[in-house]
């Protein structure tokens, strides 16, 4: 016959063993949200980025535009002299 003693002594987790548990879940959690919080302040530092760098591309484009036409200008002004 096996001996039942060790079973016993195993079976239920005490309210102790819960409790210990149920902090470290709590932290756990507690962990995870201020990591979650942080990465939304990341994504939206990110989109801002996105926005201002795209519309300093709108800026340039808008500058090698009338950079072009300007040299246009001048390459008319330059042969129709001649």
């Known amino acids: 016959m096996r001996d039942v003693a060790p079973l016993k002594e195993y079976g239920k987790p005490s309210k102790n063993d ?3 548990e149920y902090s470290q879940v ?10 979650f919080f942080q990465l939304k302040l990341d994504v939206a530092s990110v989109l801002e980025e996105k926005q201002r760098a795209e519309k300093e591309i709108e800026a340039s484009r808008f500058c ?3 950079n072009g036409n300007f040299c246009v200008f001048l390459r008319f002004c330059i042969v129709g002299s001649y």
């Open 26 to 35: 709590m932290r756990e959690l507690e962990h995870a949200k201020r990591e």
């Open 18 to 20: 819960d409790d210990i």
């Open 64 to 66: 090698i535009f009338l």
